[in-house]
C-alpha cells in the first residue's frame, strides 16, 4: 500500500466515522426532543390531568358528605325502630296483663 493509498483508505474510514456519529446524533435528538407543539400537546394534557384531578376531589368530599348523611339517617332510623320495639314489647306485655286480669274477673 503506498502513501496515495493509505491517505484514501484513512479518508474514507474517517468519513465514515463521521458520517455514523452524525447519523447516531441525528437519531438520539429525533427520539429525545420535545418539540413546540408537541410541548403544546404536553401542557394541555398536563391542564386536562389538573381539572380532572380537582373534579375527582370534588366528587370524593360529594360521595363523603352524601355517606355521612347517609349514616347519620340510618342511625336515626335504628333509634326510631328500636323506640319502637320497645314501645311494642310494652304494649304487648301490658296486653297479657290485660289478659290475665280479664281471665281472673272472669273466673273468679
Keep these: 500500500m503506498n502513501r496515495t493509498e493509505l491517505i484514501i483508505a484513512t479518508a474514507i474510514v474517517l468519513f465514515i466515522a463521521f458520517l455514523m456519529g452524525w447519523f447516531v446524533h441525528w437519531m438520539i435528538h429525533r427520539f429525545v426532543r420535545v418539540g413546540n407543539g408537541e410541548m403544546n400537546d404536553l401542557d394541555v394534557m398536563a391542564q386536562q390531568l389538573h381539572e380532572a384531578e380537582e373534579e375527582r376531589d370534588r366528587t370524593t368530599a360529594y360521595f363523603q358528605q352524601r355517606e355521612a348523611e347517609i349514616t347519620n339517617q340510618l ?11 320497645d314501645g311494642l314489647r310494652e304494649a304487648r306485655a301490658e296486653a297479657e296483663e290485660l289478659r290475665a286480669y280479664v281471665e ?5
Design 104 to 108: 281472673r274477673v272472669n273466673v273468679g
Design 75 to 85: 342511625s336515626q332510623t335504628e333509634a326510631e325502630l328500636n323506640a319502637a320495639m
